[in-house]
């Protein structure tokens, strides 16, 4: 037992370091977010108001709720804008276990990763939301006003952009499994109509059940999972 310990100590030891490193870089990134919220709450309410010309602001019912939500603003940026140190991190402390060949490998997974992963949230903003939005605009009227609520509408943002810059990720999932032998080059093509039944309930779930959504999510990573078939043929696993 104490051999097994003194064997891992060193493991725990790095782990904890790649840790450390991880936490101070969301932290970091998260106060710098904060000191310039206001301009970044202003960038989130664009499309809203873009949709909607008749709102001019939004309300919160809570003493509490509008300082809440910049935290955790601030807090998701600084985990978005984090990524690919902890991509990179993740990638120190599994390294020293792989061969100089696998090592290459990864480090240009983890640059594809953190691409896909921007282009994910970028989609989101520029794409998706203005749909959304103006879809459900549509239903204000004489009779209906819209009145959103700021911690409503900035979690509904934030849950978005993560939802999509995370599924943006199929790919990069898709050539790690092919390329360490994980799976078999045709694996992923002869599944495929599993796989798109899973992408579809998956959007379904991340989208919250919003039909729209779950729309100009799944159609994007229909494409995205065409786009890793080749990848992964392109580049076989060792």
Not at 98 to 111: A, H, Q
Not at 144 to 150: D, H, Y
Not at 201 to 216: P, R
Request: with cysteine.
């Amino acid at each position: 037992m104490l051999a097994a310990l003194e064997h891992f100590a060193p493991h725990h030891r790095e782990l904890r370091r790649r840790l450390i490193r991880i936490f101070l870089a969301i932290a970091t990134a998260s106060i710098i977010a904060y000191l310039f919220i206001e301009p970044i709450v202003q960038f989130c309410l664009r499309p809203l108001f873009t949709a909607h010309p008749g709102i001019r602001r939004l309300v919160y019912t809570n003493l509490t709720e509008a300082f809440i939500t910049y935290i955790k603003l601030a807090l998701m940026i600084g985990v978005i804008s984090s990524f690919p140190v902890i991509l990179y991190q993740v990638w120190m402390f599994v390294a020293p276990g792989l061969l100089d060949k696998e090592k290459r490998i990864v480090i240009t997974i983890v640059l594809w990763a953190s691409l896909l992963f921007t282009g994910g949230a970028l989609f989101a903003y520029f794409i998706v939301l203005p749909k959304m939005l103006t879809f459900f605009m549509a239903y204000a009227g004489p009779d209906l006003k819209p009145l959103p609520r700021l911690g409503h509408y900035l979690s509904f943002v934030a849950r978005m952009i993560a939802a999509f810059a995370l599924a943006f990720e199929i790919p990069f999932l898709m050539v790690t499994a092919t390329r360490t032998g994980l799976v078999s080059r045709d694996h992923f093509r002869r599944k495929r109509n599993y796989f798109y039944i899973v992408i579809v309930v998956g959007a379904f779930l991340l989208c919250a059940g919003e039909l729209t959504a779950t729309v100009l999510l799944a159609l994007p990573l229909f494409a995205l999972y065409e786009a890793g078939i080749i990848a992964g043929r392109v580049l076989p696993g060792s």
